[in-house]
């Protein structure tokens, strides 16, 4: 852990959790259909990442550039489709769904491609965390009764399952070609725009430029303010303890769809979102530390 407060760590480190639990909160506020709020998101983040270059010059290559524009070209993709599942499932039930999916595909691939996990301990460690969030998935899907009208929980699965590909593309390939995160930044950003725009190919009347494109810029600042925050936390906190407290944005992300965007749960369905959503962070918490 970098010298510092250890408090002002913790907040750095919590700093990614805040901004990545907010995006989908501000994105759904502000509306719009999916190619909208991704053109918005990742034109925002782009912006940033410009700026960002100006002031800390990456070191550019020619891989580093390409591994890094299909890394944000991955998280397009994966992001509007998320932005997809919101409306056919609401926040409430897509985040933890979503979040959990990425945990347990990333150490997948970690274990599979990157040798993660050499011991038998830590593979012992590793699949009980995966169960443990498999569980907590299962248990925030849960419904009960009426109120349910124009939730389509088996699309909405369907289209988060395709979503979290984009998500291991992500993570993949700045591992697999050893770049560095602040160097990443910029050219993400440009691979994140450039999959943006080709997808309105595949959405006929998307209407991808438009008033709502425009205010959710608001999002790219948002994403990027907590990509930064990550870097930052990873090099003060060390990497195990920065993603494993930026996993608490599902949290923020759940309860404030239910809360301030007014997405309806019974009391029994509460429950199991609680217990679901203590699952899913003791999962990532596990993970985080088997790193």
Sequence with gaps: MAEGGVGLNILIALAPAFFWGILPLVVSRVGGTPVQQIIGTTVGTLLVSIVVAMIMPPTLSGPVFWYSFASGACWAFGQMNQYRSFGQIGVSNAMPISTGMQLVSTSLVGVLVFGEWPTLADK???????????????????????????????????????????????????????????DAFL????????????MPLFFRGSKPFNRKT?????????????ALAYLLSAYRNGIATGFTLSQMNVVLATLGSIYILGEKKTRKEMRHVLTGLALVVAGGIMIGLNA
């Design 124 to 182: 012992v460690l590793g699949f009980c965390a995966i169960a443990l969030i498999v569980l907590g998935i299962y248990l925030t899907t849960h419904q009960e009764g009426e109120g349910h009208e124009g939730v389509d929980m088996r699309a909405g699965v369907i289209t988060l399952l395709i979503s979290t590909v984009g998500y291991v593309g992500y993570s993949y390939f700045p591992r697999a070609g050893h770049v560095d995160g602040q």
């Design 187 to 198: 050219p993400q950003a440009v691979g994140m725009v450039a999959m943006s725009l080709v």
């Design 214 to 226: 425009v205010q959710n810029l608001l999002g790219g600042f948002i994403f990027a303010a907590a």
